[in-house]
């Protein structure tokens, strides 16, 4: 799957693109992500460094460190995040679905941290699903 995609913040001080962007779809269920994002859990697109094209709002960008491994950026202004990066997985901007203007037909390929999943939660049947973070 290749193509472009636009994102912003619900302001529109910060726009972005994501260039020629193989991804993956990620949903993220652990506590750090339902803090951060208010959500019974998170979904990401993970591509290639060179492939996100901050085009403005640099200067309206801050970021928080999380743990010793991931930083978040996001908007000071309307708090939008905007993305994440993990030195875990070096090389990959981590962006949330939430942050793009149109995600269209994307469907998730990776469920993560899933021994925390909340038990209300529905799973789908062609997923990856791994009980901590990826592994391959």
Known sequence: MSDTLNG????????????????????CHCHTCRKLNGGAFSSYIA??????KLH???????????????DKHFCRVCGTPIYN???KYPGLIIVPLG????VGQMRPTVNIYCDSKL???????????YPQGMTD
């Open 8 to 27: 912003s913040c619900a302001c529109g001080l910060v726009k972005f693109v994501l260039v020629d962007a193989k991804r993956n779809i990620i949903n």
């Open 47 to 52: 591509v290639a460094d060179d492939n996100f």
């Open 56 to 70: 403005e709002g640099q200067d309206v960008l801050t970021r928080y460190v999380v743990t010793e491994n991931v």
């Open 85 to 87: 990066k993990n030195r």
């Open 99 to 102: 942050a793009l203007d149109e």
């Open 119 to 129: 038990s209300w939660v529905a799973m789908q049947g062609d997923t990856r699903d």
